[in-house]
């Protein structure tokens, strides 16, 4: 099976720092920084852990660096960070237990111990981590304590703790101290049987604690031990004496950090907005609020500077300087929910509403937003002033003659942006209808423009569910079959496709012009499954449609036909040499038309890329074969001009450049050829672009001796570099002739030049 994977470029730690622009197979992410799960520090460097990656930030200079699965990462789900100084190496865990360790040199090392460990029943959890030794971090988890070897890449002991969920963890005195949901316990360092939990003695009200409590944050500073219960913070010396140190009658204690040469306490409830109260105790015992900087303080390090690090779950990445409160602000995505993805001239427009499996909306505030010359914008009823409160849950997206954008609000509403101005369309001023029971609801399901310029729209439970604004400005609306209708493809003959979320109505088709609707499902097609997800029409006219069991083709024509019934046809495609039914069994959510008229089909396994005709599977991408971040995909465009792919899945947005692009009728005059030279430490592909959609496409040597041929993908040809003996092409120039597959005498004909240097 021909892979794309293939053509990935290798990534490791030091790789973070990437390219100004992707190479062909390589991956970009494009995920929110936004805000911070935890947060640590090496001598020059503090380490923010998001819900999905790391932001590497330069204390000096406050510049940044991002670090995901795509690039140096080998998970998504980011739960903590800790940096070890003596290793140099920076410990990464995930929500599912999985840890990885960057070390200085690059290296990534995976451990999988605690994922893969089976008896630990239910989800394994870390709340703290400890740097214990010199080569040893500590693990407060749901599970107990744990302490790893990072020389070795070992555990040292596990102690169980029968579910008592361990939140914090810490080293005073030759002893482990933990705390606990039920209260603190100790074990001597050296015990024996450390692993026992038996062996670890409680320490409670004769200690000056109360006799019931939970404990929440730990460590040690300055010949003390800080504990945190509930709302207040008690300190213990060395007799074991407990006192209470600060409190606060509304906000439990969330963190205690000892890292600088001050004590950091936050008192901060995560289910309150703007409460944090945080606190530098120093070594002589003072006690300073610090300036109101951080709202929803999750967690925080000071620096040799002095300088506070605030990891906030709130908004940004927060730090105290002097007095001062500064932030670090990463343009990206407001959050990971994608839900439509689509480009438009370069421009990647994504909204991030959900539909429930109920067909309830989910009520995400989001909004949609652009990605635009590397920039984000969001546009949401907190940004904007004209999208009004109640407009929730963007779905669908589409693209006037003129660049304006439509985003339907499954919610309520559909709301257009002319690039300058916006406009909230409803039932008031529009043919739109409400909700048949919730007449305040104007649902947007679906959005698309016929060949004429008109926009249809679908709304979702209405009486009237179709409604079409004319490009002279006027509305009008129409009923087919279903009132469950979500989204709208038009064919080549302006029939509109539709999907339908009613019980065994597969999809319908509606013709405006005889004003006709058919419901198409398994009883009068070759479709398996009624639940239809997705319908697009590719570059031949046929329309694919994807169910929860796989993709059906109607390459029928007239729809309404009577005389040549449209079933659809189930294609046959080949895997690794083994022919089977096209993607049986698969949920089928998003099926996207490259320039080559391959087709990129998203499921809840992965993505797929299949040939034009869909018999062949030309690539399968996942979560364990590549850095895809998530199986379940929700949707994907494709950039036509730069061949660029962008996935959408449950836990962020990817980008992979792949080799097709959009053709045009003709060759362009000097066709693209990059990289150009080609250097001898470079070993990937040699894309020449610009070229006519499927041009012959022939590589010589000066000498005129043919060493390659190929035909190109949509406008664009791919050469490895190699001759047909599969040998690296020697030192030299070659020169690329290109004509259009239709006429190989046709004067469209242009030639480029390659430097190959070995």
């Known amino acids: 099976m021909k892979s794309i994977l293939t053509l990935f470029f290798s990534f490791t730690f030091i790789f973070l720092f990437a390219q100004n622009d992707l190479k062909i197979g390589q991956w970009e992410s494009l995920l929110p920084f936004r805000s911070g799960r935890s947060v640590t520090q090496s001598q020059n460097f503090v380490y923010y852990g998001t819900e999905s990656a790391l932001l590497i930030v330069n204390k000096e200079d406050k510049t940044f660096r991002r670090v995901s699965k795509t690039n140096g990462l080998s998970s998504t789900g980011v ?50 981590v400890h740097v214990s030794g010199p080569e040893t971090f500590l693990l407060a988890a ?52 450390i692993d ?34 509930d709302t207040t913070l008690y300190s213990l010396d060395l007799a074991g004496n407990a006192e209470v140190v600060l409190t606060d009658p509304l906000r439990p204690v969330q963190f205690i950090s000892a890292e600088g040469e001050n004590l950091i306490v936050s008192f901060a409830d995560p289910n309150l907005e703007f409460n944090g109260r945080n606190y530098r105790i120093s070594p002589t015992g003072e006690q300073t609020q610090l300036v109101f900087c951080s709202t929803r303080p999750i967690d925080a390090v000071e620096d040799q500077n002095g300088r506070v690090w605030y990891a906030d779950s709130f908004t940004d990445f927060l730090f105290v300087s002097n007095g ?50 590397k920039t ?8 904007v002033a004209d999208i009004p409160d109640q407009a929730l849950d963007f779905v669908p997206l589409a ?85 469950k209708l979500l989204d709208v493809t038009v064919d080549d003959f302006d029939n509109k496709w539709i999907v339908t979320l009613e019980s065994g109505s597969g999809f319908v088709v509606f013709d405006e012009v005889e004003n006709r609707c058919k419901t198409f499902t398994s009883a009068n097609t070759e479709m398996k499954d009624n639940n239809v997800n997705c319908i697009t029409r590719d570059r031949d006219g046929e329309m694919w449609v994807g169910t929860q069991q796989g993709i059906i083709i109607f390459e029928c024509g007239d729809p309404f ?36 008229n391959r087709k990129w089909v998203g499921t809840s396994n992965g993505v797929f890329l299949l040939s034009a005709d869909g018999r062949e599977q030309i690539a399968y991408l996942s979560e364990d074969n590549s850095p895809l971040f998530d199986n379940v995909i929700n949707d994907i465009a494709v950039d036509g001009d730069s061949g660029k792919v962008y996935i959408g899945t449950d836990k962020g947005i990817q980008v992979l450049r792949a080799e097709a692009t959009t053709g045009g009728a003709r060759n362009v005059a000097e066709p693209n050829v990059f990289p150009n030279p080609v250097r001898p430490e470079y070993n990937g592909p040699i894309a020449i672009n610009g070229l006519a959609t499927d041009a012959n496409v022939k590589i010589t040597d000066v000498n005129g ?45 242009v030639f480029a030049k390659i430097l190959v240097m070995n």
């Open 561 to 596: 036909s009577a005389e040549n019934p449209c079933t659809g046809t189930v294609r046959t495609v080949e895997v690794d040499g083994i022919a089977a039914e096209l993607l049986k069994d698969e949920n089928v959510r998003s099926i996207t038309i490259d320039g080559a």
């Open 142 to 193: 749901n599970y107990g304590v744990s302490e790893v070897n990072i020389v070795d890449n070992e555990f040292v002991f596990t102690t169980f703790t029968n579910e008592l969920n361990v939140n914090g963890i810490t080293e005073y005195q030759g002893f482990i101290y933990a705390a606990t949901d039920e209260g603190l316990y100790r074990v001597n360092e050296n015990n024996a049987f």
């Open 79 to 128: 739960a903590n960070v800790k940096y070890h100084p003596e290793q140099k190496t920076l410990m990464v865990i995930y929500t599912d237990g999985v840890i990885d360790l960057l070390r200085e040199d690059g290296s990534l090392t995976t451990l999988f111990f605690i994922r893969d460990f089976n008896n630990i029943v239910g989800e394994k959890k870390i709340f703290d």
């Open 324 to 373: 001062n409160c500064g932030r670090i602000e990463p343009n990206s995505p407001p959050s990971v929910r994608n839900n439509t993805l689509k480009v438009y001239n370069g421009e990647l427009w994504v909204t991030s509403g959900g539909i429930s499996l109920n067909s309830s909306p989910l009520l995400f505030a989001d909004g949609f937003y652009s990605y635009i010359d």
């Open 196 to 229: 026992a939990f038996g062996q670890w003695e409680f320490i409670g009200a004769e200690a000056g604690l109360p006799a019931d409590f939970t404990g929440r944050a730990i460590d040690a500073f300055n010949d003390k031990l800080y504990l945190g219960i």
């Open 376 to 383: 984000w914008t969001t546009y949401n009823r907190s940004t």
């Open 705 to 749: 001796q043919l060493i390659f041929e190929t035909t190109s993908l949509g406008g664009q040809a791919i050469w490895d570099g190699r001759d047909y003996n599969g040998r690296r092409a020697a030192s030299g120039v070659y020169l690329v002739y290109s004509t259009r597959t239709d006429n190989l005498n046709d004067t469209d004909a």
């Open 399 to 483: 693209f006037d003659e003129n660049g304006g954008v439509y985003a339907g609000a499954y919610y309520d509403g559909l709301v257009y942006y002319d690039r300058e101005n916006f406009t909230y369309l409803d039932d008031e001023n529009t043919s739109m209808n409400n909700v048949v029971q919730d007449m305040q609801r104007t649902r947007v399901g679906g959005l698309t423009f016929d060949s004429q310029g008109n926009l249809w729209v679908t709304n979702f439970l209405a009486a009237r569910p179709i409604s079409v604004m004319r490009t002279d400005g006027s509305w009008e609306n129409f009923v087919c079959g279903s009132t």
